[in-house]
């Protein structure tokens, strides 16, 4: 191996202890816990060998929020293709990703609720965003009537699944009703579906 692939390797693995020491710590004590000192005595390396990595906590949340999006991708594509129907492939997206954001708070921060670095929703985003998204638009556009924009109604879906989310983490709505809403989502959403 020569030296220069070594130390592309060694790089490449400093980048993900770092985070995944991001990810833990944020998961453990939230985001507000994650500073760039707090990170380099975690991985024990200097805060100049971190910043030669990432310019700062924005730029790792991104990566973290990229490394996120893969994973929920991925989470929703098995919910997705599993279901027999449209509108069970639409009820099973819907509760892949609230089981999701329920399962990792932090992850789904960074992908979702903090800014980030990352060009959104369009076609500069990184290809685990446009993956994501494009789970949960193979899910709805089955049920996109013939004078609907099956990327809005997406948008909408998900802007749905996002808002029932966030009320429920933040004690807004109750959670013994959680699947009723969900149920009732998919259903008006699915209403004019065979």
Do not use: N
Not at 51 to 61: D, E
Not at 142 to 155: F, Q, R, S, V, W
């Amino acid at each position: 191996m020569s030296i220069q692939r070594r130390r592309e390797r060694e790089r490449a693995e400093r980048e993900r202890l770092i985070v995944t020491a991001a990810r833990e710590l944020a998961e453990a004590e939230g985001w507000d816990a994650v500073t760039t000192r707090r990170l380099a005595a975690e991985i024990e390396y200097s805060q100049p060998v971190l910043y030669s990595h990432f310019k700062g906590k924005g730029a790792i949340m991104a990566a973290v929020a990229i490394e996120g999006c893969a994973e929920l991708a991925a989470e929703l594509r098995v919910a997705r293709t599993s279901a027999r129907g449209t509108r069970e492939a639409l009820a099973a997206v819907g509760e892949a990703y609230t089981v999701f954001a329920r399962r990792r708070p932090a992850l789904y921060d960074a992908v979702f609720t903090h800014p980030v670095d990352l060009p959104f929703a369009t076609p500069e985003a990184p290809a685990p965003l446009r993956e994501a998204f494009g789970e949960l638009f193979q899910a709805v556009e089955p049920i996109a009537a013939e004078d609907d924009d099956p990327g809005l109604l997406t948008e909408t879906y998900w802007a749905g699944l996002h808002g029932l989310v966030t009320l429920l983490r933040s004690g807004r709505l109750p959670e013994h009703a959680h699947e009723t809403r969900l149920a009732l989502l998919i259903d008006h959403f699915t209403a004019d579906t065979t």
